[in-house]
């Protein structure tokens, strides 16, 4: 599996991706869309939300539970 990782910028809602020569025979890929999260601000709203959403909060709260004992003496 080839892995080919780079920001873009989009224009009028496009996006175009020019691959590199390393994957000239390849005829299928597939396409992640992220937002770039560079600002400050818009990731700490995104913690704040994380910290009350139900989902995040019993993911943590399971691994927390295994590995309760990970740093106890009793080990």
């Not at 995104?46 to 106890?72: C, G, H, Y």
Request: glycine share 0%; proline share 3%.
């Amino acid at each position: 599996m080839k892995i080919f990782k780079k920001k873009y910028k989009v224009k009028d809602n496009q996006l175009i991706i020019d691959l590199p020569n390393t994957f000239n025979e390849i005829s299928s890929v597939i396409v992640t869309i992220e937002e770039d999260l560079n600002d400050h601000q818009k990731k700490i709203e995104l913690m704040k939300k994380a910290s009350k959403d139900p989902l995040f909060l019993a993911d943590i709260k399971e691994v927390n539970n295994d590995f309760k004992f990970a740093d106890s003496d009793a080990l």
